[in-house]
């Protein structure tokens, strides 16, 4: 049996959409590559259109599609009203209000990715910032934990203005999608790295050469690299990986969340002093959700189990219940949370 294989930054999946690595694996006589490549390019004109608009404009059109899809899925509709009846922060209207935030966060993403940093700097009022310089100037690393509240890829698209930034993504269901996220999230500054064995090295290289990362905590990972640990009551499969990185690296962890307000967005940043241990993150988590309910993406599938994970309350007799997983070799490209 041969060895097995370490894969590399340089390697990623077969069939990856043109423009990104791996490239190599696409052919482009197949039927479904020109597809998808159709596709991209069709998506990559549409967000550039649709980033040219006025902030204003495409939030009201983003209210209004939250409010289409909220009454149109019955699926969606229920995941929302469930999870925010599962933290108390049901009633007054506040649904609704949710599902209009949820569509504004998809329409202002757009305005993100495409416009200059001054352009973005201009909107965005900044609150605890000055404890990034102070870090800066130690050379400690910074891990920046934003969950999916507000406009969560502003924080690292306005640090990355002034200073590199290396984010952790996940590869889009919609594969069209992918190579327009890419594009958006990788200039000089940012570099955006797989979910894997990989992209984890990359964090820990970025970290002890005292340069920035950043994670969206209250993604869901993969079996072996979390743990069971309550969210608003209810146990939720919640990520190691801040606590490994911890761990591998000198830093300070930050909480960043560009919360929405008129005109543009107010960046927050607090730090987190405790070890960033799942029941501690989302202790964390649920203190910035109750700041700004209406923004938290409450239709996000927060509780679901993945494939492979114990069951919440039945103790594992391995390293999952100490928090303590390590990739195995064989499993290198597995994703194990990261970036939406």
Same mark, same amino acid.
């Given at each position: ?5 370490? $894969?590399?930054?340089? !390697? +990623? ?23 998808? *490549? ?5 998506? +990559? ?6 980033? $040219? ?14 409010? =289409? ?13 469930? *999870? %925010? ?15 209009? !935030?949820?569509g504004?966060? %998809? ?49 690292? $698209? ?12 996940? @590869? ?10 890419? !594009?958006s ?10 979910? *894997?064995l ?26 072996g ?8 009551? $209810? ?5 190691? =990986?801040?606590?490994?990185l ?25 730090? =987190?002093?405790?070890?960033?241990? @799942?029941?501690? =993150? *989302? ?17 996000y599938?927060?509780?679901?189990? @993945? @494939? ?22 064989p ?10």
């Open positions: 049996m041969p060895p097995p294989v370490d $894969r590399t930054e340089s !390697q +990623t999946r077969p069939g990856a959409p043109s423009g990104l690595p791996g490239d190599a694996g696409r052919d482009p006589a197949n039927p479904a590559s020109r597809r998808d *490549n159709w596709s991209a390019s069709a998506l +990559t004109v549409a967000v550039a259109a649709f980033g $040219r608009l006025p902030l204003r404009c495409a939030r009201a059109l983003g209210a209004v599609l939250g409010l =289409l899809v909220f009454l149109g899925s019955p699926r969606y509709r229920r995941k929302l009203v469930t *999870n %925010l009846m599962q933290a108390g922060l049901d009633g007054g209207g506040r649904r609704w209000r949710a599902a209009m !935030q949820a504004q966060a %998809l329409a202002e993403m757009p305005f993100v990715w495409t416009r200059s940093g001054d352009e973005i700097a201009a909107r965005v009022r900044t609150e605890g910032y000055e404890r990034i310089a102070v870090l800066q100037e130690q050379g400690v690393g910074i891990l920046f934990l934003t969950p999916h509240l507000g406009a969560f890829d502003l924080a690292a $698209r306005h640090f990355g203005n002034t200073a590199p930034i290396t984010v952790m993504f996940r @590869p889009p269901r919609l594969r069209a999608l992918e190579p327009v996220l890419y !594009q999230r990788n200039n000089a500054q940012r570099s955006a790295v797989p979910a *894997n990989a992209g984890v090295r990359a964090m820990i290289r970025a970290l002890r050469a005292g340069q920035a990362v950043g994670l969206l905590p209250d993604q869901v990972p993969l079996a690299h979390g743990r069971w640990a309550p969210f608003f009551g $209810r146990p939720a499969f919640t990520m190691t =990986l801040p606590a490994r911890a761990g591998a690296a000198r830093l300070k962890v930050l909480l960043a969340v560009a919360e929405r307000v008129k005109g543009g967005w107010k960046l927050r940043i607090e730090p =987190l002093e405790a070890d960033p241990q @799942p029941e501690v =993150l *989302n202790a964390a988590m649920e203190a910035l959700i109750r700041s700004c309910p209406d923004q938290y993406l409450w239709g599938s927060r509780y679901r189990s @993945p @494939p492979g994970a114990e069951p919440p309350g039945i103790p594992s007799s391995g390293c999952e219940a100490s928090g303590s997983c390590q990739s195995p070799a499993a290198a490209d597995r994703s194990i949370g990261g970036a939406s």
